[in-house]
């Protein structure tokens, strides 16, 4: 059963999607090329990567969130591009994961709200008022339990020490989780071969490696310990990511 929504939100989002989904062969393929050619960005083993993602997708209707790794500001085009090319997700853009960029960073001005609005996003002020981002949670839930796939990093922001930090827990993905039956969880740890920190976006030419895992969290806890339980389980699952990507690299 889907999470309760108020109508005037369900048809916004309703309204957003049909916008994006009808722009979708111009600002897609679009942004891509801009990743691929533009920066010179490349995904080492897309293919095996994108054939996995296809795979859950057809394996089950049940609910996906993607939780990634965050580095910098571009995280969020960068997971999206390396799950599936551009001409899959135009096919397909019930894929194309929805996400909740920071409202100061990609929201300041009319063109940039315009653009997001396009791109199937949310914004969202980090650390604002409770009520505002228990708004744009309820709005994501509601998508998910559609059939909508959304991104989410679990930190609540990039990360300072460039590692995973497993005690930034914040209630927000556990709460989404908890709150749409069935939920499964794509993590997702995507990482530059030259990253060695955070940054606001990555170098020009860089390779990206890609390490996936899904799993369905469950909790015991009710409240907003369950929350926590959730998310908890979610970083753990990426910090063992993180350590499968750089025992690669040393491999």
Known sequence: MAPGLPRRDRLALLLQREVGRVLSPLWIPLVMGIMRFGFGWRIEGARATRREFRR??????SPLLVCANHLTMLDSFL???ALAPASWYVRHYASLPWNTPERIHFARTRAMRALIYVMKCIPVR?????????????RVAWLLARGEVALVFPEGGRSRTGRVDTEAVTYGVGRLVKEVPGC???C???RGQGQAGYTAAPARGERFRVELA???PKSAHAGLRGSLDLSRQILSCLAELERRH???RAA
């Open 56 to 61: 859950l997708r057809r394996a089950s209707a």
């Open 79 to 81: 997971v999206a591009w």
């Open 126 to 138: 980090r650390g604002g008022d409770r009520g505002e981002v228990g708004r744009v949670l309820g």
């Open 184 to 186: 499964r969880v794509l």
């Open 188 to 190: 997702v740890y995507l």
């Open 214 to 216: 899904c799993l369905e």
């Open 246 to 248: 750089f025992e690669g």
